[in-house]
């Protein structure tokens, strides 16, 4: 069974970082294709980045420059490393493998 947990979330204020953490188990997470999506409030899933099994990384033009994907095959674990957060980055955070997401992790970014 595939899980996802996500973590990491938190209040920041505009400006500030944040570092979103996922850890998977069930599937063969070395040869699979991460993601970060994001909903905000009223609002559908919007794609914020993916990492390929080789390292390769791609962004949402929204967070491109600000905000970092990474992973770690040894712990089976994802990162979202977000600096210069807005407001409009508030949402609720999942990691996401094809259609199966984790819980979720609440960014609030206000002052």
């Known amino acids: 069974e595939v899980q996802l947990v996500e973590s990491g979330g938190g209040l920041v204020q505009p400006g500030g970082s944040l570092r979103l953490s996922c850890v998977a188990s069930?599937?063969?997470?070395?040869?699979?294709?991460m993601n970060w999506v994001r909903q905000a409030p009223g609002e559908g899933l919007e794609w914020v980045s993916e990492v390929w099994s080789d390292g390769r990384t791609l962004y949402a033009d929204s967070v491109r420059g600000r905000f970092t994907i990474s992973r770690d095959n040894a712990k089976n674990m994802v990162y979202l490393q977000m600096n210069s957060l807005k407001p409009e980055d508030t949402a609720v955070y999942y990691c996401?493998?094809?259609?199966?997401r984790g819980q979720g992790t609440q960014v609030t970014v206000s002052s």
């Open positions: 996401r493998l094809g259609r199966t």
């Open positions: 069930g599937f063969d997470f070395s040869a699979s294709v």
